[in-house]
Nanobody, 121 residues
Framework: QVQFVESGGGSVQPGGSLRLTCAAP????????MGWYRQAPGKQRELVASIGTGGSTKYADSVKAQFTISRDNAKNTVYLQMNSLKPEDTAVYYC???????????????WGQGTQVTVSS
């Protein structure tokens, strides 16, 4: 069973920032595109940002210019810098692997525990 470990969430006021971290097994990290997904209460899980093994990135329209995804290949870690947070960004955030930047379906059925992001005044 693949293990993804997400961290860095918390409660912030609108306009605040958070940096999420996802650690993945090295064999996964070096092979696949990595993506950040989120699931808000009562909604389906959605892909918000992806990064290829070479550093190419893709974002959902809803988070462009607001979120930045990056990766540290030496640490098998992917990050999500979230700025100018809005209440609608409230969700549990997860990471998983993808087969390609334009393929949103996660590779693995197993998910980490996720990290809760709450944006509220």
């Amino acid at each position: 069973q693949v293990q993804f470990v997400e961290s860095g969430g918390g409660s912030v006021q609108p306009g605040g920032s958070l940096r999420l971290t996802c650690a993945a097994p090295g064999s996964i990290f070096s092979t696949y595109v990595m993506g950040w997904y989120r699931q808000a209460p009562g909604k389906q899980r959605e892909l918000v940002a992806s990064i290829g093994t070479g550093g190419s990135t893709k974002y959902a329209d809803s988070v462009k210019a607001q979120f930045t995804i990056s990766r540290d290949n030496a640490k098998n870690t992917v990050y999500l810098q979230m700025n100018s947070l809005k209440p609608e960004d409230t969700a549990v955030y997860y990471c998983n692997a993808q087969l390609g930047l334009s393929l949103s379906t996660p590779v693995f059925n197993s998910w980490g525990q996720g990290t809760q992001v709450t944006v509220s005044s």
